[in-house]
């Protein structure tokens, strides 16, 4: 099938601004008979819904949980990326749009980079006009911190919280929209199929979580916004609820799927503690700025952390990366953390683990603290006193969590971290436009795959939902829907929502009769281990070769033997895991045949077989230099769609933050 | 810390459906760890129940790291358990000793009706939000974030306020069920910031307005709503609503 990126001809840096000029608009009587279906309600499905509801479209939002306030963007806790250059420190449009190419190791799409660059800063002004309450300095303005993967302090930040104050900054657009009757809001309510007429997407089958009944809504588009795929791997940092259901329904009516291998392995979350464990908790990447990431120098070494003195520490980031120091890009950290426990040194009663220490931050902040106050007659304690109230005030509340999950003091005794699944780059692919291969059907924010490449950088994610939903799609949308204005809605008595709600009922059916032995936890925990050991930090051949075999007979045996209690017309929890485990089994076995076809090293997909002598990722430039686009062609079958990269400004070179 | 191993009895509210009358069941559960999250000791106890053929409890959760405020058990008589400062999530059976009975309830309240077991109905606060819990900015109206400087103190304030994650404990944990605590911390957040101002006072008389419609209850200022709150929200910020109210009567009378 050919697929066109629709990538706007001219210069880079005018391709948006000309896009704009000349895209095609619907007048606003016009936009009230227009009807958009916006699944998942996080940053980038409130922003888009509330946009397009003050535009005067007619949307319906669809959330699986209680409320539209609960989608996992409020967990996101570090800040959110822009190129104010309020610091005078360097940063542009041009910077961030440079480091986000360098930093996702030559793989994203240069258009569509670019233009995120240049919205973000439109992004900060209407959150702030929001009532999003952003740190800020004495004077009243805002304040910036530094995040991996640059030079530049362009985060802007709501303490820990960042996500969840921009979250509900949309949330309030959202249910503003939803008073004034522009917005329906459908909440408990899951996406389980779009419904395809003439080859657009018009609608969706949806199950409502309390009554259990099939729902069918029309749309003249239908907007995914329903985050990323992470919990393929069963823990990760992901919320518990997080499914790749309705991107997947997507993929197999013809939306391709893009690098369905690149995923983010984040450098700093709580290590494992038992078979129990059912999720991972971040602690933000905004912690290395201060926090510095060592492991003992002797193999093995039993002592507790602050017994170790200084020049028994091995401080290795900073020791392989003094440009960039603890500061490196996350798929650089997450892989130097697991050299180290690997080679034997790793921390802990599981050894899987490495320090991220705060004394001489401490300690420092406290002697700046001392000096504000003219006190030069201090002890250490005070010192130490003072320091760690600054310290509390960036991260007081990730200390907090910290303590609770591990009954640790972080403040006494340096926190034990591991890398943990964060984030999947890879996603539905979409044009510049951000639809999909069906058309009408749109995906926007970590959903899709455009933006970020192989690795996305730190105080991204929030940057490209929101840009994606208050200020992309607001005008991409109307391109088509211009088009449509002659289109009626359809009634869903229409056959193909008929034909297609009995296909979901009938796998509902199907899934409810197998009546065999075993949870659908205890399945999901076993493709989770399957990915994690074989496709998850490290890959090669023959890994690879084995999971999908693995995967293939676990799907077999969830078919035979899964059990579910209750029924299905009344709220089961169970029924509703269940149809998402079945989902991820299959994108599990498409994510390892990527892995296998992407023989080199680029980003967070770290090929064995393709490392520098250091143990450097190994990009390969003339053979994969391209988005792998997967098209769906039936049970365990797939067709690998290229679509080649080309790179007009920033020219790919090996990364190097040494 | 050291671990231990612990044997509970649970009394959990088991109730079908909203019109179904609901009762205390009682289950056992063995060599629970006591690095486990209570969530975590749930599931265990649902493994146990599908196993045997039983229906698994129905419960609300999420992120399991304290943000998405969708966790909500009434554990031992209060809201979100033992901790302070804490959401059952984030709760850790260290909490607990071998031999413990805990009973674990809904959060009880007219406005929260039970959907199933555990599982309550909270879209009132969406409705109240919808009255006025925004300022009315449409995409694309904005000026440049650093052309409005924010006094330190009221942006951290308003910051303060705004850490509310809507799970409803302040409702659960208090005798009237008031959501005096929940509503006054959004009229804090945007009356604290100039932004806000245009609509202060529409913005107060309308949230208070549906939050009675809701029927929840009076505050009589027993405070147990700042000390369940996991996010540590204060009373303050009910004091600050009343006035705000008062001006905005006065002001929309006169």
Known sequence: ?658 | MEHYNMNLTLKVWRQRNNQATGSLETYLVKDISSEMSFLEMFDVLNEQLIVAGDDPIAFDHDCREGICGQCSMHINGRAHGPWTKNTTCQLHMRAFQDGDTIVVEPWRSKAFPVIKDLVVDRSAFDRVIQAGGYISVNTGNAVDANSLPIDKKDADDAFMAAACIGCGACVAACVNSSAMLFVSAKVSQLALLPQGEPERESRVLNMVAQMDKESFGNCSNTYACEAECPKGISVANIARMNREYLKAGLSTES
Not at chain 1, 9 to 23: A, F, I, L, P, T
Not at chain 1, 305 to 330: C, K, M, S, T, W
Not at chain 1, 353 to 375: C, S
Not at chain 1, 573 to 587: H, N, Q, S, T
Request: include cysteine; glycine fraction near 10%.
């Open chain 1, 1 to 658: 099938m050919a697929f066109d990126s629709k990538i706007p001809s001219g210069e880079m840096k005018e391709k948006w601004n000309d896009y704009k000029g000349h895209v095609k608009l619907v007048n606003p009587a016009n936009k009230r008979k227009l009807e958009i279906i916006v699944v998942g309600t996080g940053l980038a499905g409130a922003s888009a819904a509330a946009s397009l509801g003050e535009m005067g479209y007619k949307v319906k939002a669809f959330c699986f949980q209680d409320s539209p306030r609960r989608a996992h963007s409020i967990a996101a806790q570090g800040g959110i990326n822009a190129a104010k250059n309020y610091q005078n420190d360097g940063d542009s449009v041009f910077r961030l749009f440079y480091d986000t190419v360098k930093g996702g190791d030559y793989r994203a799409r240069e258009a569509n980079v670019h233009r995120l660059a240049e919205v973000s800063n439109a992004i900060i002004d209407q959150c702030v006009a929001q009532g999003v309450p952003f740190a800020r300095e004495y004077g009243g303005l805002l304040s910036n911190r530094s995040f991996g993967g640059t030079q530049v302090q362009r985060t802007f930040y709501a303490a820990g919280q960042t996500g969840q104050q921009l979250l509900l900054g949309a949330y309030s657009a959202l249910e503003r929209q939803v008073a004034l009757g522009n917005v329906t809001m459908y909440t408990r309510h899951e996406m389980l199929d779009v419904v395809i007429i003439d080859d657009k997407a018009r609608g969706i089958i949806a199950r409502n979580l309390v009554n259990g009944e099939l729902e069918k809504h029309f749309g003249h588009a239908v907007l995914l916004c329903t985050g990323g795929y992470g919990n393929v791997f069963y823990l990760s940092t992901n919320a518990m609820g997080c499914n790749v259901t309705a991107a997947w329904k997507a993929h197999k009516k013809g939306a391709f799927f893009g690098n369905p291998c690149f995923t983010q392995i984040h450098p700093t979350c709580i290590p494992v503690s038992g078979d129990y464990q059912s999720k991972l908790t971040l602690m933000s990447e905004s912690l290395r700025n201060d926090g510095r990431i060592w492991v003992p120098k002797q193999k093995g070494d039993n002592r507790k952390a602050v017994d170790i003195p200084e020049e028994e520490r091995d401080y290795y980031l900073e020791r392989r990366y003094p440009a960039f120091g603890n500061l490196v890009p996350r798929d650089v950290a997450s892989r130097a953390a697991k050299e180290r426990c690997d080679e034997g040194y790793g921390v802990g009663t599981t050894k899987l683990a490495v320090y991220l220490d705060f004394k001489d931050a401490i300690i420092r902040y406290g002697k700046i603290e001392q000096g504000k106050q003219g006190d030069t007659n201090v002890t250490e304690a005070d010192t130490i006193r003072l320091g760690k109230a600054v310290v509390e005030e960036k991260y007081g509340n990730l200390f907090e969590m910290y303590e609770k999950i591990t009954g640790e003091n972080p403040y006494e005794m340096p926190m034990r971290i591991y890398p943990a699944v964060h984030y999947t780059m890879g996603g539905l692919w979409v044009d510049y436009e951000l639809q999909t291969t069906v058309k009408g059907l749109y995906a926007l924010g970590e959903a899709n795959f455009s933006d970020h490449g192989a690795n996305r950088l730190g105080a991204s994610a929030l940057m490209q939902g929101l840009a994606d939903g208050y200020f992309v799609i607001p005008y991409t949308l109307g391109n088509y829907l211009a088009d449509e204005i002659r289109t009626s809605a359809i009634p869903t008595d229409h056959p193909a929502f008929a034909a297609t709600e009995k296909e979901v009922s009938d796998r509902i059916t199907t899934l409810m009769n197998i009546k065999g032995t075993q949870t659908v936890e205890s399945f999901h925990k076993r493709l989770g281990k399957i990915m994690w050991d074989k496709c998850g930090m490290a890959r090669n051949e023959k890994g690879l070769q084995e999971a999908i075999v693995e995967i293939q007979a676990l799907k077999k045996e969830f078919w035979s033997d899964l059990r579910i209690p209750g029924d299905t017309n009344s709220m089961n929890p169970e029924l509703d895991k269940a149809g998402r485990v079945a989902d991820f089994i299959e994108l599990g076995e498409l994510m390892c045949m990527d892995a296998l076809d992407r023989k080199e090293s680029c980003g967070g997909h770290f090929r064995e077989e393709s490392q520098t002598e250091e143990g450097e990722a190994k990009r390969d430039d003339e053979n994969f230099s391209y988005v792998s686009a997967w098209e769906y062609k039936g049970e365990s079958d797939w067709q690998l769609n290229k679509e080649p990269l080309e790179f007009e400004i920033v020219k790919p070179t090996q990364r190097s933050y040494k």
